[in-house]
């Protein structure tokens, strides 16, 4: 199959349109004939750091490649950056602000869900941005029967 590759900005705040990444590669995905257990799979794990961008960064880029032995995901975006990743990485710890815990984001599980749900996962961050590169290795169960 042909590889694939699409690089999507995420805006700050922009509750409205979180989820247009994961929504797309979903279609990407079903397109191609995955699985729809590993459709649902990446979609998960494409979604909640989609969301990390949006509540918590000043914006970034997403970066999908699909290639014949994975799907990966690059999130890279600018500051503040997470403070401490091991904190971060616990189930319950969130910094999220009152605008995402009002709008129903911010239960401090997306990075653990992520970690969860893909093969690799790729975190670095600084003051001025974190990157975070996910992947999700394609096996001959990946696809649709």
């Known amino acids: 199959m042909e590889n694939y590759s699409k690089e999507f900005t995420i805006q700050r705040n922009d509750i409205g349109n979180a989820g247009t990444v994961s929504s797309l590669t979903k279609r990407e995905l079903k397109r191609r004939g995955f699985s729809r ?3 649902k799979t990446v979609t ?9 961008v949006v509540i918590h960064s000043y914006g970034g880029t997403a970066l999908l490649e699909i290639t014949d032995d ?3 995901i690059t999130f890279k975006d600018t500051g503040p950056g997470i403070e401490n990743i091991e904190n971060a990485m616990t189930a319950g710890f969130s910094t999220a602000s009152s605008y995402a ?3 129903g984001f911010g239960a401090g599980m997306g990075l ?3 970690k969860a749900v893909s093969n690799e996962m790729d975190l ?5 941005g974190t990157t975070l590169r996910i992947r999700f290795n394609i096996c001959s169960d990946c696809y649709e029967s």
């Open 37 to 39: 257990e590993f459709v």
């Open 44 to 52: 998960i794990g494409v979604y909640e750091a989609e969301i990390n």
């Open 70 to 72: 994975y799907v990966q």
């Open 101 to 103: 815990i009002e709008n």
């Open 112 to 114: 653990p869900n992520i």
């Open 124 to 128: 670095s961050s600084s003051p001025s």
